[in-house]
């Protein structure tokens, strides 16, 4: 059974960075497009950036110059780079395989 464990987010200032994590276990990491979502309260979960095993990457309109996507495949990880953060993109955010979801973690974007 795949497994991912995302890790990195925590509370952060208007305009500061984090860097999320999401290593995956049980899977042949590198032929499968990795994803990352988010849902905030009382909002359904969005699409926030996607990267195939061959490195294309898509993002939201809204993460779009903010956020990078990007993989490691050695270390079956794929990141998310968040910089210029805004209190909108607090929220829980999912790494995703196919049809696996891992548990989310917390970013809160606050003063």
């Known amino acids: 059974q795949v497994q991912l464990v995302e890790s990195g987010g925590g509370l952060v200032q208007p305009g500061g960075s984090l860097r999320l994590s999401c290593t995956a276990s049980?899977?042949?990491?590198?032929?499968?497009?990795m994803g990352w979502y988010r849902q905030a309260p009382g909002k359904q979960r969005e699409l926030v950036a996607t990267?195939?095993?061959?490195?294309?990457?898509n993002y939201a309109d809204s993460v779009k110059g903010r956020f990078t996507i990007s993989r490691d495949n050695a270390k079956n990880t794929v990141y998310l780079q968040m910089n210029s953060l805004k209190p909108e993109d607090t929220a829980v955010y999912y790494c995703n395989a196919r049809l696996t979801w891992g548990q989310g973690t917390q970013v809160t974007v606050s003063s």
């Open positions: 990267i195939t095993s061959g490195g294309s990457t």
């Open positions: 049980r899977i042949i990491f590198s032929i499968y497009t």
